[in-house]
């Protein structure tokens, strides 16, 4: 069965300095991944995913991510993080067999100003 | 603009009672999910659906419902609500193409007392 890992419960990062999201999945054969986040009393709102092609995908507010297949990961990258970027990231992986879509248990992200 | 709109915004209600949860999208998608939200779990999948009057059991289905009639709409019912439903939940729809992500909607927070 599929899973997604993210290892950290929450990141703090000073304002400029580059920040990491940690995320690595499990699924049978080759995956979709997606990269969601979650600002306070909303809805998750899709940042970017990684189809085929290209191991480094790029996504809205200067996120990018890479895919690493060897180590299973799609860590979540921003060279230079914003005080805004602070919400709850979602890493998900989708099987490519089907259309369900599993979500990791959330990375709460808080950049120091 | 197309979009997915959930209601209610916010619920209370007493523990043996049903209840019904709406959400509706103007995408066109064919499929649509809904989710509950709950601290230390992330986003658990109850129940999905790939198109009018197909419906399909997720992670946490028990004690939940959903029905298909439309494209539109797929409402999430709550045969006797349990305080363990206590829950933020988020309906979300997507193509049915490989590779697309989920938009979803602003969430509907339900305490039951």
């Known amino acids: 069965a599929q899973s997604v890992a993210q290892p950290e419960d929450q990141v703090n990062v000073a304002e400029g300095n580059p920040l990491t999201v940690k995320c690595t999945y499990s699924?049978?054969?080759?995956?979709?991944l997606f990269w969601y986040v979650q600002y306070p009393n909303r809805g998750l709102q899709f940042l970017l995913k990684?189809?085929?092609?290209?191991?480094l995908v790029k996504g809205s507010y200067g996120f990018e991510a890479e895919f690493n297949k060897s180590q299973t990961s799609f860590h979540l990258k921003k060279p230079s993080a914003l005080v805004s970027d602070s919400a709850l990231y979602f890493c998900?992986?989708?099987?490519?067999?089907?259309?369900?879509?599993?979500f990791g248990k959330g990375t709460r992200l808080h950049i120091l100003p | 603009d197309a979009e997915i709109t959930q209601s209610p915004r916010h619920k209370i209600t007493e523990t043996g009672r049903q209840v019904t949860l709406a959400c509706h999208q103007t995408?066109?998608?064919?499929?649509m999910f809904w989710y509950r939200q709950d601290l230390g779990h992330g986003l658990r999948l109850i129940h999905y659906?790939?198109?009018?009057?197909?419906?399909n059991k997720g992670e946490v289905s028990d004690g939940y419902s959903v029905s298909r009639s439309n494209t539109e709409d797929l409402p999430l019912t709550l045969e006797s609500a349990a305080s363990s439903q206590t829950s933020v939940y988020f309906c979300?729809?997507?193509?049915?193409?490989?590779?697309?992500?989920?938009?979803f909607g602003p969430g509907t927070r339900l305490t039951v007392l």
């Open positions: 998900a992986v989708r099987d490519r067999r089907d259309d369900k879509i599993i």
């Open positions: 979300a729809s997507s193509e049915s193409t490989s590779g697309s992500g989920q938009f």
């Open positions: 990684y189809i085929t092609g290209d191991n």
């Open positions: 699924v049978s054969g080759n995956p979709y």
């Open positions: 995408w066109n998608h064919n499929n």
């Open positions: 659906s790939y198109g009018v009057q197909d419906t």
